[in-house]
Nanobody, 125 residues
Framework: QVQLVESGGGLVQTGGSLRLSCAAS????????MLWFRQSPGKAREFVAG????????YYADDVKGRFNITRDNDKNTTDLVMNNLEPGDSAVYYC??????????????????WGRGTQVTVSS
C-alpha cells in the first residue's frame, strides 16, 4: 500500500512562491511515476504536473508551464512542486498522486492513480 503525504501548502500573495512536497512510502520510490493535481471548489480535479521514474520526463498543464517546476529526489522518496508567480486562480487543494506504471500522458486523467489527502494553497489578490 503506497502512502503519500503532502506538505507545504499555505497562504501566499499574488506573485509569490510556494514549494509543495510529497513523501511516499510503501513501494520502491524509483518505480513510481509521481504527479500533482489540484481541485478548487466547484471544479473537477485537474492535472498540474507529472514526472517520470528518474525525473527525465516532466509533463505540465498549459496554464502552469513556465511557472511551476516538478522535481523528485529518489534518495529521499520525495517529489516537490515549486510554484512561482502564483495567481489567485492557482488557489486549490493540491494532491500528490502516484502510479507504479511508467509516466504516460493518459495519467493526466487521474484514473487509476494512488492519492494523498491534499494540501491547501490559497493565493490572495
Amino acid at each position: 500500500q503506497v502512502q503519500l503525504v503532502e506538505s507545504g501548502g499555505g497562504l501566499v500573495q499574488t506573485g509569490g512562491s510556494l514549494r509543495l512536497s510529497c513523501a511516499a512510502s510503501g513501494a520502491p520510490f524509483e518505480r513510481l511515476a509521481m504527479l500533482w493535481f489540484r481541485q478548487s471548489p466547484g471544479k473537477a480535479r485537474e492535472f498540474v504536473a507529472g514526472i517520470s521514474y528518474l525525473g527525465r520526463v516532466q509533463y505540465y498543464a498549459d496554464d502552469v508551464k513556465g511557472r511551476f517546476n516538478i522535481t523528485r529526489d529518489n534518495d529521499k522518496n520525495t517529489t516537490d512542486l515549486v510554484m512561482n508567480n502564483l495567481e489567485p486562480g492557482d488557489s486549490a487543494v493540491y494532491y500528490c498522486a502516484a502510479d507504479r506504471r511508467a509516466l504516460t500522458v493518459r495519467m493526466k486523467s487521474g484514473v487509476g492513480l494512488m492519492w494523498g489527502r491534499g494540501t491547501q494553497v490559497t493565493v490572495s489578490s
